[in-house]
């Protein structure tokens, strides 16, 4: 097998997308031997979960929606800024319409945006594109600051043909599934045919052909670049300069890989409790496995007022904490010498070693040790 795979895209430079397949495999076959007999994560209701549930709690601050029903709820609830529901109901309305395994093309692409783009503020960009795509340049900042370098999209004359160019690769290409779908992913934020929503759009268009392509558990990808957003930047920057993929797919394998290692493992807690874990619980056992300092409840209040909407302390931990380890799910370990506030003591934390029943040799990424009670 030649290293070297030239894929049929361009850059602006003329410089095609290529990516070494050695650097690859590795990680793709780890994939694979994990997902043998996890039949569970290989359903539409695995990537539904994710999907849905995933990817408003990761990027929209908010919870208790878990489905498309539940939207009466958001638009009644008076306390969820319209701007936050608008985008929301953006989110729910274009993920139902991937999941009707609609084929990729350019009005069904259409149609795509306009179930994300119901915010008001962005009524004007339909109005200023010339046919589906926009008609001026757009900026895009490489870091968080407008003093930042920054790129430019592909000039608005170009869109349409760059475009042609990637459903042509989607529908013609032969490449392994999740490679592609990443590819896409890469190719249509540096694209950016629209003047807002890109990102969202470029990760629905890489679920939606994992959708038609039943690669149900790679949708997790989304999550994935969530909690690792600041490499998914680097590694797109990268991408950009020179037309070598490999750092950006090596990165979304593994960032994939750890995700799923914790979907495992919550999974294996949902099979040992007396009760369904909820997907509230299973979210705060998710947060528990991103702690990478202390392990501690002061530090998990700070991860969960990173993805939630911003609770007192003392509550997080009554509402939230305290739950688990009523369940057993964590327990306390003891307390440590500071106070989560002035008259409630923190504690350390760990998973309850009962409530887990894996094979320890799949884990590769999350450290798991760290997070298990030590039995004396």
Not at 224 to 252: C, H, P
């Amino acid at each position: 097998m030649e290293s070297m795979k030239t894929v049929n895209l361009k850059l602006c430079s003329g410089q095609p997308i290529y990516y070494n397949q050695q650097t690859l495999l590795p990680y793709q076959k780890e994939i694979e031997d994990f997902l043998v007999n996890e039949d569970y994560m290989n359903t539409l209701s695995f990537a539904k979960h994710m999907m849905m549930a995933q990817e408003i709690k990761c990027n929209n601050r908010i919870a208790g929606i878990d489905n498309l029903s539940d939207l009466d709820k958001i638009i009644k609830n008076l306390n969820i800024p319209l701007e936050l529901k608008q985008r929301i109901i953006g989110l729910y309305s274009g993920y139902q319409y991937i999941l009707e395994n609609k084929m990729i093309d350019e009005d069904h692409l259409n149609e795509l945006y306009l179930k994300f783009n119901i915010d008001e503020k962005y009524q004007t960009d339909n109005e200023s594109k010339s046919g589906y795509y926009r008609s001026k340049p757009v900026y895009i900042l490489k870091g968080n600051c407008v003093g930042d370098h920054y790129f430019k999209g592909i000039a608005p004359d170009q869109i349409k043909d760059y475009m042609k160019r990637l459903f042509y690769y989607i529908d013609n290409e032969d490449e392994n599934c999740f490679l592609k779908s990443q590819i896409v992913h890469f190719y249509f934020v540096y694209i950016h045919p629209y003047y807002d929503l890109n990102g969202r759009i470029s990760r629905a268009l890489s679920m939606w052909y994992l959708l038609n392509n039943e690669s149900y558990p790679f949708t997790i990808f989304n999550k994935a670049v969530a909690f690792s957003k600041r490499r998914y930047e680097q590694t797109i920057i990268t991408t950009r300069e020179n037309g070598d993929i490999t750092v950006f797919l090596k990165n979304m394998l593994i960032q994939v890989k750890r995700e799923l290692e914790k979907e495992y493992i919550i999974h294996s807690i949902s099979q040992k409790t007396n009760v369904p874990l909820s997907k509230q619980f299973s979210q705060l056992v998710d947060y528990l496995l991103m702690m990478k300092g202390n392990i501690t409840a002061k530090d998990f209040v700070v991860i969960y007022n990173n993805y939630n909407v911003s609770k007192p302390p003392e509550m997080i931990v009554r509402e939230q904490i305290i739950p688990l380890i009523e369940q057993g799910i964590i327990l306390d370990i003891g307390k440590t010498k500071g106070f989560i506030s002035r008259d409630f003591s923190n504690m350390n934390l760990a998973i309850n070693p009962d409530m887990i029943d894996i094979d320890r040799s799949k884990i590769k990424y999350l450290q798991l040790e760290r997070f298990i009670a030590n039995r004396k």
